[in-house]
Structures are given as structure tokens and as C-alpha cells.
């Protein structure tokens, strides 16, 4: 795939209906395609009544909220969710009409606006129902809502039976104002071989579950508990909905269980740029702030790339961290800038030549995995981190169909 669309003038791609033009070499690409497969190829593994989830929080992982929505809608997802109001919003006003759970805390007050948008959130605190009822104007109509239940993320959610006596109190106080459509939980370690914790969590769940049925009589058409790793690992606690993120973008939820996954995944994120300036170096001559690179003898390439740690290419990529060029891998050198970095060229190229940071070139491949593993993180926060500065082109059947970023 190419990027040389990001050159054309701002009115000829106004005029192609693509999104504005950058003035910046430097992109990210997201294949939808990927997308795509990756949400049949997870479903296939499910049982036949687990509906999907695409969970498109933080701009879908970093890779474009809307598109990626649409995309999973498409390839077969029922719901949407995110993480907060504001990510709802925007899904609306793009035109989305599908279901979308709020995953995280939303204030009470903005409850009305969840009524008015048709968006739903997650309950758990009886307190927040009665303001949130004393906040819904009478005829608006009612809040969809799932309950969320803490059985052992210690994040969000009730975790006793006299928290959800006293939620479900509230909402019957309010006759038909909530409707509570779902009941779910989250698991702290699915992503780790050592099933001890999960199979405890489980447990409360199903155990509440029946608690909760039995005393309030509320009917909670949804049930819902898991993650990619949950949907990957365990089919038995797919329920009625699988809440799936990373996977959906190719990638596996953590190192430990890379081996067990068998559904092909395809990591939709890459990232490139392209060379502004090379120059020769003598022995000795250094680069960057704090001259801390050197150059090792007389003869060495040094290209300069337009991209920097307000790309959220962050100055720890310099340790260790390499890009490829021409198919071929050129190591970082000196610290990284805020907008610009070196790097040590195998041999002199052309200015302009591009620059893969992540994804493929030819037969060379830097995955998100191992950026991740460099930076002494996980893959999640890698395409989260790159910042709106950079924009994403967004690719299906290997034609650019859209190019945006949230900035300019
Ligand atoms: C983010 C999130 C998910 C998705 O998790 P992945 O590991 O990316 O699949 C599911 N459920 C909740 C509650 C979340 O916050």
C-alpha cells in the first residue's frame, strides 16, 4: 500500500471526498480488510448465541472510531462499545445507529443526554440511579442500562448482594425509567495461562446471576463477561455477547498465551514516514540533543525522519529501536525529538525513500508486539499511543478510502 495520496493539495482531495491532505509525510495506515477478517475469523470460534461486541473505545485502539465501527458492523458485530459518553457521542453523529454500551462511568447528569442519543450506559452504584432518575425529565424516555458487577477487577461495579438489593430497589422505584437490558462483569487475568483467578471470578458471576434472578425478578435478556482473551480461551463464558478489542486488530491479548491462540489474526496498524534529509557522517561526529550518538567511523548514512515523541513516538523507542528501510532494518541513533529522529542507513538512499515503524516491508516485518516488548509495555498502548498528529489512512480491498485525524 502506498502513501503518496497524503500528497495530494488540500482541494484536490477535498474535491476526491477523502478527508483533508497532510503536508507531512508521515502516516498511519489501517486496513480494514484485517478488521474485517479478524471479527469473522473470532466469531466462527463462538457459540452460535454469542453476539459481538466491537469494543471501539479511544478511537478504536488508535486506528479510527468510525471506520473500524462500521467495518465490524458489517463483518457481523451486533453492539458497539466504548468508554465513555463522549465516544457514543461521536459514533451518533457520524450516523451510527447501532447499539453502543458505555463500558466505563458516566456523571448522572448527563444521563438525559443517553436517553435523548439512544446510548447505554453502565449501572452499578443505587445512588447513581436516583440522581440519575431526578435528572431524566418525565416523557424523555427510559435509560437502557447493564449492570456491571465486580467479581474480583476491583475496578467498577457492585460487588455485594445487599448493593444490588439496593440498586434494583431504585430502579423499581422508578417504574420503566431504567431498563436494565444487561448484566455483565470483567476478568482481571483471561490473558494469563494460570486459570485459578479466572474460574474464582466466574464463579461469583454465575452465582449473582442467580441471586440477582431470583430476588428482583429484573430479566436480564444480556449477559456478558468476556474480553478477547476470554472469547479466545473460554467459549463457555461467552454467554449472550463477547466485548472483543485487541483481537479485532489483529492482535493477541499477551506474550503468555501467544501460543494457544489458533484464529488467524491480521494486525490492521502500521506506521511510516519518509527520509528528509541524508547526510555523511565522519567518525565522531554526533547527533542529536546531548551529542550522545557518535558516529563509530568516517562513511556512516544518517537519514532524518519526520516523526517524534509529539507523534507519541516516544525518546524510549531510541533504545534498541530500529525501522526499516528498503526492506532492510536501520537502527535508531541519538535521542528523539519532538518532531523528528535519525537513523543509521545500511547504505545512502534517496530523500524521500519511506520508513515503515511498524508493519511490513517486503519480507521484513516490525510488529506492534515488538515495539511493545522494547518499550516494556503491552501491545494495547502502542497504536493508542500514537498521537492525532499523525494522520490515519484508512485502506479496504488496498485503495485508500478515507484520511483523517482529529487535529487539523
Ligand atoms: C476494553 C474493554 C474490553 C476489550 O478488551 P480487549 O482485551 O481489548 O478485548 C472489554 N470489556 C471491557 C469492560 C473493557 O473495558
New binding site residues.
Given amino acids: 500500500m502506498k502513501g503518496t495520496v497524503l500528497c495530494t493539495k488540500k482541494e484536490d482531495s477535498v474535491k476526491l471526498g477523502k478527508g483533508h491532505a497532510f503536508y507531512r509525510d508521515t502516516w498511519a495506515e489501517v486496513n480494514l480488510n484485517a478488521i474485517e477478517n479478524n471479527v469473522r475469523a473470532i466469531s466462527r470460534g463462538l457459540p452460535a448465541e454469542a453476539g459481538f461486541m466491537a ?1 471501539v ?1 479511544a478511537n478504536a485502539y488508535g486506528h479510527g472510531a468510525v471506520d473500524v465501527a462500521r467495518t465490524a458492523l458489517h463483518a457481523g458485530a451486533s453492539t458497539l ?1 466504548v ?1 465513555i459518553l463522549d465516544e457514543a457521542l461521536a459514533l451518533r453523529h457520524a450516523g451510527i445507529e447501532a447499539p453502543i454500551l458505555v ?1 466505563g462511568y458516566v456523571r448522572p447528569e448527563d444521563a438525559p443526554l443517553a436517553v435523548r442519543y439512544n446510548i447505554t450506559l453502565t449501572v452499578f452504584q443505587a445512588d447513581w440511579i436516583k440522581e440519575a432518575a431526578s435528572q431524566i425529565k418525565p416523557g424523555t424516555g427510559s435509560l437502557k442500562c447493564h449492570l456491571k458487577v465486580d467479581t474480583g477487577m476491583g475496578r467498577i461495579g457492585l460487588r455485594t448482594e445487599e448493593e444490588g438489593d439496593a440498586l434494583a430497589w431504585e430502579v423499581k422505584a422508578h417504574d420503566g425509567l431504567f431498563l436494565l437490558e444487561g448484566i455483565y462483569t ?1 476478568f482481571a487475568t483471561a490473558d494469563e495461562i494460570d486459570d485459578a483467578y479466572i474460574r474464582e471470578q466466574h464463579s461469583r458471576f454465575a452465582h449473582f446471576l442467580e441471586w440477582f434472578k431470583n430476588r428482583t425478578g429484573i430479566k436480564h435478556p444480556v449477559v456478558h463477561s468476556a ?3 476470554t472469547a479466545l480461551r473460554y467459549k463457555d463464558y461467552a454467554y449472550t455477547l463477547v ?5 479485532m486488530y489483529g492482535l493477541v ?1 499477551s506474550e503468555e498465551i501467544a501460543g494457544e491462540i489458533t484464529v488467524p489474526l491480521e494486525e490492521a496498524f502500521s506506521l511510516h514516514s519518509r527520509i528528509t534529509h541524508v547526510k555523511r557522517l565522519e567518525k565522531g561526529e554526533a547527533v542529536s540533543y546531548g551529542a550522545t550518538y557518535r558516529a563509530e567511523k568516517s562513511g556512516e548514512w544518517i537519514a532524518t525522519i519526520p516523526i517524534g515523541y509529539a507523534d507519541g513516538w516516544i525518546r524510549a523507542n531510541a533504545a534498541g529501536g530500529e525501522v526499516l528501510v528498503d526492506g532492510r532494518r536501520a537502527p535508531i541513533v541519538g535521542r528523539i525529538c519532538m518532531d523528528q529522529m535519525m537513523v543509521k542507513l545500511p547504505d545512502k538512499v534517496e530523500r524521500g525513500t519511506k520508513v515503515t515503524l511498524i508493519g511490513r516491508q517486503g519480507s521484513s516485518m516490525i510488529s506492534a508486539d515488538e515495539v511493545a516488548c522494547r518499550l516494556g509495555t503491552i501491545n ?1 498502548e502502542i497504536p493508542c499511543m500514537i498521537s492525532y498528529r499523525v494522520p490515519r489512512a484508512i485502506y479496504r480491498d488496498g485503495a485508500l478510502v478515507h484520511l483523517h485525524n482529529e487535529v487539523f
Fill in positions: 469494543v473505545k462499545g468508554a463500558l470483567h474480553n478477547s482473551a466485548r472483543v478489542g485487541i483481537s491479548p494495547y
